[in-house]
């Protein structure tokens, strides 16, 4: 028992998202943006395009970058994996414990979209991360 659960936790090791190639080439990452923050605690539904890349029967990981545009730090984790593109939308309930920030600044959230298995990939602008003022 002890050798599955460490052969498990060393499974979720390696199982990560693809990372993205080097020049973004995919559908475009429409929401969340400059314009429409995220609040912590609450639910948002992240948005993309359906074309001009085929989606059918393809997957995609959403995953955060932290910082300014021009040195953004994609995290290690994605917020979700293998979820079909053709859905053009997922709802992402947004952690209390993601740290606030504000966008167009160092503080700031982007987000990718990202191809399982092959790398490609958009970027969002980059949007706010708002304290819930109900608290978490």
Same mark, same amino acid.
């Given at each position: 028992m002890q050798l599955q659960l460490l052969f498990l936790s060393t499974l979720?090791?390696?199982s990560a998202y693809t990372k993205?190639?080097?020049?973004?080439t995919w559908n475009a990452l429409r929401l969340p943006d400059v314009t429409h923050p995220v609040t912590k605690g609450k639910p948002f539904t992240v948005t993309w395009d359906g074309t001009p890349k085929e989606v059918d029967g393809v997957t995609v990981s959403l995953v955060l970058c932290r910082g300014n545009s021009n040195t953004c730090k994609i995290d290690d984790k994605a917020l979700v994996e293998k979820i079909p593109a053709s859905d053009k939308s997922w709802t992402w309930n947004v952690p209390c !414990?993601?740290?606030?920030?504000?966008?167009k600044t160092d503080s700031g959230y982007g987000m990718l979209v990202i191809? !399982?298995?092959t790398g490609e990939f958009q970027y969002s602008t980059q949007f706010s991360v708002l304290d819930n003022a109900e608290g978490c």
């Open positions: 979720s090791l390696v993205p190639q080097a020049d973004p !414990d993601l740290k606030a920030g504000t966008a191809v !399982d298995g």
